[in-house]
Every structure is written in C-alpha cells, then in structure tokens.
C-alpha cells in the first residue's frame, strides 16, 4: 500500500479505490477487534484475488511442533500459533445462479470505512457482474464492545436498471487454511454442530491444545426492508448455510442481519457455549442491527472520551494518534488475565506466541493512564500466573531454588521461541517484568498488588539474576556473560550495559521491597518469607551484587558502553549505508549485521529511559548523541523511545521526526508488510511519545509532572489521563499549556515543576 | 554397544553374540566401502528389529530444503544430503513358505567378522525357524576394491537334521526409506528396469540434483556346490526378484553368488550405466566369489603394504588404530577429484554433505604419507574446482572482487550449512584450505600445483581476509569480529586468536607465494595477475593487514587469549563439571555451555599445532597448560590434536591417553552413539596421533623428521610413510629406534635431530 492511498480524516480511514494489489494490507489496515475475538477485513463473498483470511479467537493457540535446523537443549517442543478460527462473517452471493467475485467483476465503484468513533467498518461497492447485471453491496459489520461474543453485519445487494435472480448465502465454516503451520498439521477439528431454524452452530476443537469453540450465526433476511424467512438450510460436515433466493426487479434490494462469533473455552464450557450463544444471538436479532450500533456508538464514547489524543492542525497525525489509540482498544481491554497483547492483535499470526516484552516495556503505561486500575492489574496478574512456568523455564536451563525466567514468547506461559541467541540469552526481558511491577506501584501509589502477588515475581527474578551472573576475578566484579540486549543486532555478547543496569535494579528494588513489606506489613513478611522459602543471605548476596555490577562505561567518549568490545567496531554512522541496502535486515547477512556498529532499536537508550532519575540530562545527551546516529530503527518499537528521549533533551522537533515514524507506521504502511498485519505493541509507543514526549509526563513521589512541548506543526494537542482515579486533562496549544482536573479528587500535579493549583485554570505560557 | 563387546584381534573384528540392541551399532562397525560406494552391514535377509538401512553411492546427494526456525539472509537454499540408495543386497530367504527372520527365530550361534586384510566380512547364523527348522545361513561379503562398480555377495543355507523347503530370492530394490529428510521429500524416482536372465538392473534418478544411479545384480545359484538355473524372475515396478526353491534334504546347501552395486553418473554417463555393469558382473559371475576374493585379497596387501601400522604388546591398540586406517582406505581412494571424505563416510548419514575442514586440517596428512602424490591433490583438486561457488558464496554475503569463502559443509562447493555462528562465522574454514595447499607444498616439494591450481585458490582466500578484518582505532590494529573458532562452545565472539593468527599466516603466505612465483616464474606469474585481475596494492594491504593483526595475549598468564574477554569467565577446569553433566552439550543448555570456559576441541591449540614452529616449546607449554583443563573433547577432533602436541611436549603418557580417546572411539562406542555411523574423520587423527605424536613424524626444509616415543603400555611399534616418492619405515621398541629406507631413492631424513645415513640399518637408543 503506497503512502496517501488511505485518506486524511480526523476519526475515520477511508479506501476510495479498488486495487487487487492492496487488498491484503486494506485487510490489516481495516481489522476489528472487541478484545475476545477479532479478525481481518476480509470480504463476506467470495474473492478469487488474493487475500489472507484471518479471524482470531483471543487466547485460542495451536502448540506447532517446534521447526529449528539443529535442536539445542532447552529448545521447547512446540510454537504456540495464533491461528485462523472458523468463518462466521462469510456471505455467499450469487446473480443469475454466478457467483460475485470482485475479482472477475467490472467495479464501477469501491469504498471502505472504517469510523474510529463507533468501530463500524463499512464497504460498498457498485459492479458490473460477469453476466452484466449492475448491482451495489453494501457491508457493514462491527465487533460488539458490550458483548464479547457478538459481531453484527448487515449485509445488502441492490439492482440497478435490470432484474436479475439474487440469492444471499450467510454460512459459517470450519474448513479454513491455516497458512502458518510448520508441519501442514490440521490445527482444527470438528466435534460437533446444530442448525435449527435461524440458527447454526459448529462445534470445533484445536487439536493439541483442545480449546473448544463454538462459531455461529443468525440471520434476518429482508426483501426491500420486508423481512422475508424464504430461506432454506444446506448443512455439510463442518459447514453450515442459509440460502435466501429472490427474484428482484430493477432498483429492489436483499439485506440480511447477520449476527455472529465465537464462544470459547475461555469464556464459557463446552457443553454450555451453544446456550449461550444462541441466548446472545436472539437478543440480538431482535434489537436489530440499527440498535445494536447504537449500543456499540455508546460504548466507543466512553472509551473515547478517556483515552482520545486530539492534534489540531495536522490531519494526518491526528488520524494516525486515533487509529493507533483504536487499534490498542480493540486488542486488549483488560476484562480476561489470561489474555494478552499479541504483536499483530488481531490482524495477523505473525511472531505467533502473544505475550513478549513489549507488553511491560510498551503497553502497560497505555492501559495504566486511559483506564481503569484493574485493566493494567490484569497484566501483571498474567505475568503472576505464570510465575510457576518461568521457574520451570529457568529450570530447564540449569537454574534453580526458585529463580525464574519469563519466557520470550508465550500464550500460556511456556516459552516458545527457538534461537538459542534469543530464546536463551535475550533476559533483560525478565528486568521488563519487574519494571512493570514498580511502575505499577509508582503510578496507581498501590502496594497491595506488590504485596499479594508482585513480590513472588520480583523474588523469582531476582534469584534469576543472582545466579546468572558470574564473578570475574579480572574485572573483580559481577559480569553478564552471553546475553542479547533489545538491540537484537548483537547476539551473545559480554556486559550488555542495559542488561547489567537492569539486573541491578531489579536486585536492589527487590530487596528494597522486602524491607519495605518486612518494616510496614510484619504479617506479610512472615507469610512471604515462608511461601518463597526465601533466607536472609539470599539479601545479602543480591546487594552484594548489585553493589558490583560491572557496568561498562567509555572514559573518552564519556558514554556508557552497549557492550564489551563495542568500540572495536567500525564506527561510521547510518548514514554511511547506502540507501538500497535498506533495511539492513532485509540485505545484509546476518554476520555483516552483528559486525556492524548498527543498532535496532534503543538499547543503552533504553536504560535511560526506565532509568531516567538515576541520570543527568547531560549524561542523557552525551549517550544520546553517541548512539543515536547508529540506530537503524529497524523496530517498530525504536522510534518511540527516541521520541520520547528527544523531547526530554527538549528537542522538540527531533522527537517530532521520531514521532513520524512510529504514528502512520502502518497507516502509510512504511515498511511495505502491513499485509502481515498490524504493529499492535508499538502503537502504545506512539502513544508513549505524545503523553510523555510531547506531553512531558513523569509521575514522581506521588505527584504526576507535565513539561509539554508543541512541534511546530501542530497548532494544539490535548488528552487526558486517569492518575489515581482523577481525570486530568492537558491542553497544549502555541500560546499556553493547561492542565484541568476533570473528574475526581485533587491530586499533586506539577506543570514545567510547577505545583498546579486546580482551583485556578491553570495557564502556563 | 558395551565396550568389550568387540573382541580383541589384530586384523579382525568379530562380534559372537546377537542382541537386537546392538544390531543398529554393529551395522555402523562392520560397514563396507570401496571409495564409490559403501554400506551399512544390514543383514541381507528381511529383519524385523531395530535396524537403520543405509546403502550409499559416492557423490550423490539430494538438495533438501532447508528447514530452519527463523530464515536470515544469506542462508543457503538447501542442505545436500547423503542419502540411502536403491537397495543391491536384498535377498529373500523362506523356509517351508514362511520369511526367515532373525528376529523371530531362536538364535542358536550368531557370529561376525570383518577381516581387515582383505575387506572381507562374514556373518553365520544357526537358528531354528519359527516353524522350526534347523538351519544355518552364511553371508560373505566385499566390495571390490579393483573395480568401484562392484559388490560381491556369497549367500548359504543350509539344513541340520529335517528336510524342508528353501527359497532364496536375491532382488534389487528401489522402494528404499529415505529417514534423514526435512519434508518428506520423495528422494527417487525409477526411470527405467531391465532383466533378462541372470541380469537385472533398476534406473533411479535422484529428484532435483538428477544424479542417475543404475543399480543392479547377477546371480548363480548353487545347489550343494552344483549349479542350478531352476529360478524365475518376478518384476514389478522399482523392484526385480529372482527366486529359487528346492526341496532340501537333511544336511543339504542352497548358494547364491550375487554380484551387484551401483554405476552412478559420476561414473557413466545414464545410457552406458547398464552396459557397463552388465559387462562387470557376466565378468564377475564368471571369475566367481572364491577368484574374485583373491584378487580382492592382493589389492588389500598392497594397501596395507603401504599404510600398516604395527602395534605391539596392546592387541587393542593395534586392532584400533587398523579399524580406523581400514575405513579411511574405504571411504576414500583419491581416484575421483569430485569427491571427498564425508565425516561419517558411507557409515551413515549425520552431517550430511561430504566434505568440512576435517579434509584439510585431518585428513591430508595420511593420504599424503600412504598414497601417492595424485591422491592428496586430488584432495587440493576438490577445493580448486569450488572456488568459482566460494567466490559466489563470499558474494552472497556482501564481499567482492573475487573474495573467497569456502563453504562449512558442501557437495559440490555450493554451502549448505544453516546455523548463522557457523554457516556465517566459522570463517576459519577458510584458514585450513591455504593450509592444505602449504602442507602439500611442504611434504611433497612441489610447487606445480600452487603455480598452476593453488595460488588462485590462496588469492581469493587473502581477498576474503582482508575484506573481513576491520580496522579498530580502538585498539590500533586490525581486528575480526563476530566469529566461531574451532572451538564451537563459543560463538559470535571477537578476535578468536586463532582466526586472527590463521587469517594473519594466510596473507603472508599468499604474498610470500605470489612473490616466489613472480621471481622464479615470470611467465606464470604474468598469467596469474592476468586471470585474477590482481593489483600490486592489494598485496601492500595484505601486507599491512598481516603486519597489524590484533592477537589477543594475557601478561599474566602468559597465554594467547582464545577471544577477547575470554578472562572474564568463571575459570573452573573440567573437574568441577558433575560426571552425570556430561557430556555437556547433551545435558546443559546452549547458553551455559558458552558462558563457561569449557573448550570443546582445540583452538588456540589447533594453531599450535599447524603453526608449531612459529612458536617456542615454553610458549606451547605454558599455553597447553592453559587451556587442555578447560577442554572436554566433545568433538571427536579433539583428543588427537591433543595428544599430537603433548607427545612434541615430551609427554608420552599424556599423549597416550589422548590417544586412547580416539583409536577405539567407534570400537567402543564411548558415546553411545555409533549406530550413527563411524566418525571418519576422527580417524585420520589418530593416524596423526600415531605418526606425528609417538613417531614424532615433520617436515622441516625438505627433509623428514623423526622424534619417536614409546608409550609405556606398547612394546613396539613401526609405520611407513611415503615420503617424495621413497617409502620409509620407522621402528620403535623399548631400546632403539630405527629408520629404514624401503623403497625409492634416499632422501634427508633426521631422528632426534641426527641425519640419517641409509646406508646403515640407523638404530637409535
């Protein structure tokens, strides 16, 4: 998809042109999701072009056989696959008994909309069929947010100047493809189905890890508005339809009400899913699809209300922020802690697994600020389930008496990745996971998760790292030894400075919170320290630890080092890449890459990130300006940091550049692969850098801190976040910047270090 | 297998008992080969037990496709598999119309043998059938060493104390499993049959790489010694049978004498394939099993005549140390520039591909010293003939103008290894390829082949070095980063001093050549720069590269250091590894294993031993002691370098037990994994341990050198070398040893640095 081929609009993402080309990445682009389910736009009728179907049931995985080309011990048996579900949204259409296919049709008119506002996608395009009858398809479909289970379609065919036989076949169908299988392993199997009536239902169960999932449908047909029950049932193993046939004269119309989803073993039991869905599906025939949409137009509202950006003066960048925002609330809404926030949502299978760092390091501050305090609490009682598997994962490495290491990738807990460089030594992902931890208790102000849950997770990871360091009589101090940092570009390297940093903060956070828990919650203490087995020399030791950490650090460059050796490289800039070997991950042997002084993504920048206090500005500077020009941004997840660093250096139009890159990544499909699907994680990183780039956000003893800053080409920007359950709103515009408390009790804020006194309107010039 | 399970004997294996557990095992060990084609020892009959079948012909390979996790560019497309071929042995054998199968039957005496000294292998069983006939079979076996197409098989049964009704269907087979492939991929496809008489032959054509094999047999059959033509031939597709049955008395014999094997386009072109061996085996069938045996007897004299090494006062030592020199002349015969040494030879099919840095930096050594010159420049031919695909693989990965990597593993020069720390890394490969090429120079003194073959090989090796260093201002040298040394426990690391060194050696000796040529050979030097387009700059970088090679050192220790940073581990010896942790690379995690000290084959020390005279005794004594108690010889590589440099070190007894570790590495199946195949290129390294540790054998300034040491354990021991065409014999006891000319002209020879005089039976105490 080229850039400018979606259209400038504040709340909506409009396709005005049909191109078989672009079909994929429009699938990506116009993706819906309620958090429990969610798919690709993929067309309702048949399409010969070429297409990725994909329709995702949240936590629903496929534990593939694990494909390496030499096994190494500790490898996991298996790759948890998203995988594509049954179709429910399928329509056949069919005029003078041919099928319509976009495909073999002559378009005379094409459009898509997605409205950001109420997640109604919306298509309708006017042909011409290869027997010459002109007719209009209109579709409109949404994933209902008051009903996890619920999608709705109307679905509606209309005759231009000829009469013409149409008939509509809604059907749902088990026998899907599902491309991304290492074996050709069937992932589903049928275990059973019902139609009666206007509804039907398919039984299947993914074959391994048994999840069962029921998909259906119910459907309302109606002849110009005129509701019409002439339809008949075809019912095939796995497949079940209802074909409504009619003959319409020139101008008449067939609409059908499809509702329909997913019921699946993480919501309800086998046995009872069919109940329930069917019990769902009358419901909502009978309030009809206008109802519905306004139930869903509601729901939006709220989330809209608390978690919009508005940009005033930049179109682009503002539909960008929204779609960003959109897509972050379609994939995770926190109700569910076994779910997660997969890489691809619910737009693609890429990467599979649907949990890595991203969800700590990226997301968790989206979901802290625009919602309510349990949501972000779900993801950290995720990480806390899985405690028990991160044990047994750091186990099979070699570790033991409790030490855990949270796996790479996971659905369930259970590592998944298979390179040994990341699977095994990309562990600053455990420091993630800690982080999450306190910056949950920095900013909700709670202990209470901390004390119930959180400190078993810090315990298991602070004893990871205890043992994963080693002694080096040379340097006489800890070292890391064969790690990979964040810049995956580097692998199984010595002293990785942010790996280092990060193990030893968890150590002394660690310790710093059993003191806390063990001077104000006594009771606690003595119940922790006998569930965790946990002995006072282990203390003992971690601060030893953390006090020598070796942190390697260049005194010429005055800069801390990304890793031992680092400076033996070549160091010439990004600039001395060629254009054509860009990216250097698509053109470069792996060897000539890890050679290179070429940084993926923020790594020694990522400590000053989560670290910042513990660094002055100029340090921040100095490392910024040394290893910024080697940073390729070849991840999605890069240019928010830099954004967000750039703005604190006060470089407001740099961060604004950084901005660019990360806010239509895939609107303007930037690197030619948002067919895959969508880059669900780091679309909290845009977010990230407009609340705590542009915005300036700090939370700091309690107190939340603004120091925004307007790019040049904004006129204004304003949002909202909620801090310890009050609503505050800032306003940025050329001339002032505001922050107002909307709802809630006061809370200490500060604007440019300010104390904000909110029963002034706060005016800051 | 058990150790023990083998008997002791100085020219024989035998094995007396039959256990289904050890049928796989002994397949390995009692393997055939003639250096065209070879074979597991499956039995000939049908087998229902454990049984891996493997038949191989030399050079034919299929292309699998890669099968790895994650694609990096720069992977090849497919990796070149040795692969079981159309079945030539089979032969059918009922009883009163029942299948005689060993594992159903009750064994009654069960025996083995493989006689070395003329490759024959025999196998007798007396067994009473399921339906209870007492019977014995006798299978002879050899594989022509006169003539590459041919096997000869002499199959008998016969009855004990009953009557019945024998049959015996002798068939070729192309219905064949193919266990190693990645997909499933058929391997074959049958082109075409043929049999008329006593003559049957199957077309095969080996899918993608199109290798055609015709594979065929002849057969008479003999009823109590008296020929017998009652036999029908049944045909179907892939498959021809010929079935005699006779009703025996008690006491009477039924034979087959079956000729077969393979005619491979490497051989013949595919339509003279079947004339070819229909002419062989009407010779053979003629000649007969008991005459052809003969001549195949003479052909093992001479080789023996020439490659012995005597042992004596340690039956096992000396039956070791013939197992391993029986299967290199086996596996390679130097007839053929196209092939090579494959590192389980035709014992099996692990590692795929035929040819690694074994060749060059194990193997030379013994085809030099025991065949003629033409032998190991065939070897030096093999490379040379690649270097048009190691230029193109060097391309691959971003170098040019004729740089040169020479692949990991190969068939046909194309790579087809798939991990990047080695695929990518490994780059020392490069190193032993020059070193072959100055290790031919030196032991034959001739420099036709560097003039004509070898110096473009050494150009296009130089290209590659000195477009892989870097330059570090750091350290004010040239540095190669991000590599795999010998020593596989470490990967991606920086400057492994042994790359560094070999690189630094190659440049010299690239310009050291280039300038003997251009002095003493004006006309061939012009021709050279011609064809190689090589500029008289690019040798005033190499030299300049040569002269500022970073070589990691440690003051302390006074050591090479194997890699930077290599002082920052945990320096543990191999003592405090848990016997039940071992061998650590099945039991310990890859990340464990690289950030330990453990070395899992020589690597500083393999530039010891090539570079031995660059370097003083204290130098490698101070760096043996260094680094041998960090090392767990987990590749079967290892023990002979080892016991090399502890025999140059004065450690006889030392050495000795190194050596132990590799003579019976197979024979006692150490790592439980011989039913694999055997570890042939391992065995070259025992001849080494041999002749260049307890003999003490170099060349120095065109003269041999002798240094002979006696292991406590032995009484004596005596080898030949053929060296520039004279063939010398060393004899060592406990009181003298001695030097004899044998053949040929006399050339400077030393022992313990006296010259020998030849024209004195030379005895040294």
Known sequence: ???????????????????????????????????????????????????????????????????????????????????????????????????????????????????????????????????????????ERFLAMFQEELGCIRYAVQLHDQKATISLTPYIDAHIKNKDSNWDDPFWKCTGQFANGNFAALHTRTNKSEFDVCTYQAV?????????DAFSCEEKEGRIAFTHQVDLAAGQKITVEKMGGYCSSLQQPAEDQQKHVFTIAQNALEKGFDSLLETQKTHWNDIWGMADITIDGDVKAQQGIRFNIFHLNQTYTGSNPLLNIGPKGFTG???????????????????????????????????????????ENANKLGFNSGAALYPMVTMNGEECHNEWEITFEEIHRNAAIAYAIYSFERYTGSTDYLIAKGIDVLVGIARFWAQRVSFSTNKNKYVILGVTGPNEYENNVNNNWYTNYAAKWCLTYTVSRLTFISSKHVDAYKEITNRLSLKADELIAWKEIAKSMYLPYDN?????????????????????????????????????????????????????????????????????????????????????????????????????????????????????????????????????????????????????????????????????????GSILQLEVDKSFSKVTLIEGKEVPAFINGEKISFSLNRVMS
């Open 1 to 139: 998809m080229n850039v400018d081929h979606i259209e400038a609009h504040p709340w909506k993402i409009i396709e005005e042109t049909f191109d078989p080309k672009r079909v994929e990445a429009a699938e990506s682009i116009f993706s819906l999701g309620n958090g429990a389910m969610g798919q690709r736009a993929n067309f309702e009728e048949q399409y010969s072009g070429n297409s990725f179907q994909g329709s995702y049931v949240a936590g629903v995985f496929y534990p593939d056989k694990t494909k390496v080309g030499w096994w190494k011990n500790g490898y996991p048996e298996y790759f948890a696959k998203v995988l594509n579900a049954p179709n429910w949204i399928g329509i056949d259409l069919k005029c003078n008994n041919e099928t319509v296919d976009i495909n073999n049709a002559t378009v005379h008119h094409f459009r898509r909309e997605l409205d950001m506002q109420s997640g109604l996608y919306t298509r309708s395009v006017t042909l011409s069929t290869t027997n010459g009858i002109k007719l209009t398809l209109t579709s």
């Open 220 to 228: 309302t047909f109606f002849v110009d508005d005129k509701w019409s």
């Open 349 to 391: 299978e890429k990467y599979g697994g649907s949990t890595y760092w991203d969800t700590e390091a990226y997301c968790l501050p989206f979901y802290m600020a625009t919602k309510n305090k349990l949501v972000a609490e779900n993801l950290l009682n995720y990480r806390h389930k899985h405690l028990e598997k991160a044990i």
């Open 556 to 724: 010429k460059h005055d800069v801390f080092l990304q890793q031992d050796g680092f400076l033996d490289k070549e160091l010439t800039d990004t600039s001395y890449i060629p254009t054509e070997q860009l990216p250097i991950n698509q053109n470069w042997s792996w060897d000539r890459i890890l050679r290179s002084p070429y940084i993926k993504q923020a790594d020694v920048l990522q400590g000053f990130y989560f670290f910042e206090d513990h660094f002055s500005t100029e340090q921040l500077e100095k490392n910024f300006d040394f290893y910024e020009p080697f940073t390729v941004h070849e991840s999605s997840l890069s240019p928010s940091i830099h954004s967000v660093l750039a703005a604190s250096l006060g470089r407001v139009e740099q961060a604004y550049e950084f901005y660019l890159r990360t806010s239509r990544l895939d609107l303007d499909d930037y690197n030619a692969e948002v067919n895959e699907g969508l880059h669900i994680t780091s679309m909290a990183g845009t977010w990230l850098s407009v609340v705590e780039g542009f915005g300036g956000m700090r939370v700091k003893n309690d107190a939340i801190h603004f120091t925004p800053q307007l790019p040049k080409a904004w006129q204004s920007f304003s949002f909202k976040i909620n801090f310890r």
